[in-house]
Nanobody, 126 residues
Framework: QMQLVESGGGLVQAGGSLRLSCVAS????????MGWFRQAPGKEREFVAA????????VYADSVKGRFTISRDNAKNRVFLQMNSMEPEDTAVYYC???????????????????WGQGTQVTVSL
């Protein structure tokens, strides 16, 4: 069973940057698309970004396009989220997730993901 552990969250000022990392245990990491989601207090969990198994394709939510970059290192079983030009609206708990279905492409729907990390808090101050 693949387990996911996020790290890299913290407090940053508006306009600053953070890099989140998610390490996966288990085999065949490179065969799965991976995604990042976030959930702010009192709000639904929302899609942030996703990447295909071999990193050839990525997709982003409109709210982060041009500011965030998703990438992965399959040799190290890791997926990353580089967040630049951060805004207070980016404050949330960030989760990485594994797309269900061996070899499936990415998805922006949380129901299409079957493994989730515990989340890491990101807070952006003015």
């Amino acid at each position: 069973q693949m387990q996911l552990v996020e790290s890299g969250g913290g407090l940053v000022q508006a306009g600053g940057s953070l890099r989140l990392s998610c390490v996966a245990s288990g085999l065949f990491f490179g065969k799965y698309a991976m995604g990042w989601f976030r959930q702010a207090p009192g709000k639904e969990r929302e899609f942030v970004a996703a990447i295909t198994g071999f990193g050839g394709s990525t997709v982003y939510a409109d709210s982060v396009k041009g500011r965030f970059t998703i990438s992965r290192d399959n040799a190290k079983n890791r997926v990353f989220l580089q967040m630049n030009s951060m805004e207070p609206e980016d404050t949330a708990v960030y989760y990485c997730a594994r797309r269900s279905g061996f070899g499936s492409t990415y998805s922006a729907r949380s129901v299409d993901y079957d493994r989730w990390g515990q989340g890491t808090q990101v807070t952006v101050s003015l």
